[in-house]
Nanobody
């Protein structure tokens, strides 16, 4: 059983920056692909960024060049650095742990979510 706890959300002005953190416990961190998802009001949850245990990266087109995902396997923590934030980035951001090799999300773990609001 993996437990994920996000932190770092908040209110920021357009153009500002935030760094989200997700601390994992209860599992072997390196056995999971770590993801950040987000869900805005009235919209479906979408994948924002992904990082494998080996460091391969994947980003949604809407955040490329602005967001950076990283992980510290020694600290069992994944980060999302968000720069040049836009109002359309406003959403609840969720940390996700996906077992390496799993073909479905049936065995994924999710954090409780952290609110990011971009507003002047």
């Amino acid at each position: 059983q993996v437990h994920l706890v996000e932190s770092g959300g908040g209110l920021v002005q357009p153009g500002g920056s935030l760094r989200l953190s997700c601390a994992a416990s209860g599992g072997i961190f390196s056995m999971y692909v770590m993801n950040w998802y987000r869900q805005a009001p009235g919209k479906q949850r979408e994948l924002v960024a992904q990082i494998t245990s080996g460091g391969s990266l994947n980003y949604a087109n809407s955040v490329k060049g602005r967001f950076t995902i990283s992980r510290d396997n020694a600290k069992n923590t994944v980060y999302l650095q968000m720069n040049s934030l836009k109002p359309e980035d406003t959403a609840v951001y969720y940390c996700n742990a996906h077992p390496i090799g799993a073909s479905t999300q049936d065995y994924d773990y999710w954090g409780q979510g952290t609110q990011v609001t971009v507003d002047s």
